[in-house]
């Protein structure tokens, strides 16, 4: 099992960036593959990016490829998401998700281990 804890958010002009951490306690962190997600007020969960246990793969929403980059410190016991060229419509909480499984990584039902969110706001 595996403890999840974001950071990072904050309230940040459009094209602005802003970088997000996801601590990570509990079991061993090299051995999940993790995920970041989003939610914004009235709409459902949606898939970000997602990275392989070792980082050797990354996977990102059309939405934000280009812009975002998910990154881990294993080390650290930490994965992170590096936002550019923010925009209004990511404005959400955002959130870090575990699996144990490389399969289905865009599939928010797919992960067993959440953080409890960091909010992102971005003013225009």
């Known amino acids: 099992q595996v403890q999840l804890v974001e950071s990072g958010g904050a309230l940040v002009q459009a094209g602005g960036s802003l970088r997000l951490s996801c601590a990570a306690s509990?079991?061993?962190?090299?051995?999940?593959?993790m995920g970041w997600f989003r939610q914004a007020p009235g709409k459902e969960r949606e898939f970000v990016a997602a990275m392989s246990w070792r980082g050797f793969n990354t996977y990102y929403a059309g939405s934000v490829k280009g812009r975002f980059t998910i990154s881990r410190d294993n080390q650290k016991n930490s994965v992170y998401l590096q936002m550019n060229s923010l925009n209004s419509e990511d404005t959400s909480v955002y959130y870090c998700?575990?699996?144990?499984?490389?399969?289905?990584?865009?599939?928010?039902?797919?992960?067993?281990?959440w953080g409890q969110g960091t909010q992102v706001t971005v003013s225009s």
């Open positions: 998700a575990a699996k144990t499984t490389g399969v289905r990584l865009s599939d928010s039902g797919d992960y067993a281990y």
């Open positions: 509990g079991d061993t962190f090299s051995l999940y593959y």
